[in-house]
């Protein structure tokens, strides 16, 4: 199985960022997906998760009301889209497959 993340980049304080992430190679549909994020020096930490069928959600509490995680099963993908990004936020963001699959990661910076 593989999961390949796009949409990270540098967005200034405020801003937004939608992230993706899309899977081959396994039965997504059967997967727990989770956005998860590295910053430099700090242990990875989750973001945000949510169930296979898409009804469950979970956030970290540092994100709650500003990220979005969704999923759309018939295109294997998994989004997470954040707002009023702070440079607290900085970090390499994966997906992760229940705890199968990682991806390779995205940057994103936030900086003005």
């Known amino acids: 199985g593989q999961l390949v993340e796009s949409g990270g980049g540098l967005v200034q304080p405020g801003g937004s960022l939608r992230l993706s992430c899309v899977a081959s190679g396994f039965t997504f549909s059967s997967y727990y997906m989770g956005w998860y994020r590295q910053a430099q020096g700090k242990e990875r930490e989750l973001v945000a998760g949510?169930?296979?069928?898409?009804?469950?959600?979970v956030y970290a509490n540092s994100v709650k009301g500003r990220f979005t995680i969704s999923r759309d099963n018939a295109k294997n993908t998994v989004w997470l889209q954040m707002t009023s990004l702070q440079p607290e936020d900085t970090a390499v963001y994966y997906c992760?497959?229940?705890?199968?699959?990682w991806g390779q990661g995205t940057q994103v910076t936030v900086s003005s």
């Open positions: 992760r497959a229940s705890t199968t699959y």
């Open positions: 949510i169930s296979s069928g898409g009804g469950t959600t």
